[in-house]
T-cell receptor, first 112, second 113 residues
Framework: SQKIEQNSEALNIQEGKTATLTCNYT??????LQWYRQDPGRGPVFLLL?????KEKRKERLKVTFDTTLKQSLFHITASQPADSATYLC???????????FGGGTRLMVKP | EADIYQTPRYLVIGTGKKITLECSQT?????MYWYQQDPGMELHLIHY???????EKGDLSSESTVSRIRTEHFPLTLESARPSHTSQYLC????????????FGPGTRLLVL
């Protein structure tokens, strides 16, 4: 069956360090992968999209990699700040009708 | 900030009541979605729509129903609320390729007593 795995344990890091979050998937052939940020009690907010033919995407302090052979995406936040503390969700899209399947998310805590 | 709105933000209601959760977007998106999310858990798609008069059920079975009479409006209705319906309900919309990103509303937190 199709499965998306994100580390359910919270990731605690010190301010200024690079946070790296992992998204693994099985039994999918995604056309693209997206990362969202979700704060408590709020809806997810889109951060980055990377397509199957792209290896890496950057936006300011964010970087996403996509390895379709390993079936894995890595999400990096460089020079992390306490304001980056949130839950980060990966979502896979097959390209059919913009349907997304979300992972369970990883909670990031950045300590000052 | 995305232009997608949900009301009410919070709702506490008794068992057996009929409720409608409202969702509106001003972006002119054809595609709209309803997700259900329990605290700390995954988002599950319960309904989606490709446009006016189009509604489909999502991956997670739900006793709720939806309608899409206008492009900007996608309400969700529960005919008879039960405690098992207690959850957060998130509405989203998206444009067409290559803008596959989904824009989410703030959510409605529902508590059925």
């Amino acid at each position: 069956s199709q499965k998306i795995e994100q580390n359910s344990e919270a990731l605690n890091i010190q301010e200024g360090k690079t946070a790296t979050l992992t998204c693994n998937y099985t039994n999918y052939s995604p056309a693209y992968l997206q990362w969202y940020r979700q704060d408590p009690g709020r809806g997810p907010v889109f951060l980055l999209l990377i397509r199957e033919n792209e290896k890496e995407k950057r936006k300011e302090r964010l970087k996403v990699t996509f390895d379709t052979t390993l079936k894995q995406s890595l999400f990096h936040i460089t020079a992390s700040q306490p304001a980056d503390s949130a839950t980060y969700l990966c979502a896979l899209g097959t390209g059919a009708g913009n349907m997304l399947t979300f992972g369970g998310g990883t909670r990031l805590m950045v300590k000052p | 900030e995305a232009d997608i709105y949900q009301t009410p933000r919070y709702l506490v209601i008794g068992t057996g009541k009929k409720i409608t959760l409202e969702c509106s977007q001003t972006m002119g998106h054809d595609k709209m979605y309803w997700y259900q999310q329990d605290p700390g858990m995954e988002l599950h798609l319960i309904h989606y729509s490709y446009g006016v008069n189009s509604t489909e059920k999502g991956d997670l079975s739900s006793e709720s129903t939806v309608s899409r009479i206008r492009t900007e409006h996608f309400p969700l209705t529960l005919e008879s609320a039960r405690p098992s319906h207690t959850s957060q309900y998130l509405c989203a919309s998206s444009g067409d390729y290559p803008q596959e990103t989904q824009y989410f509303g703030p959510g409605t937190r529902l508590l059925v007593l």
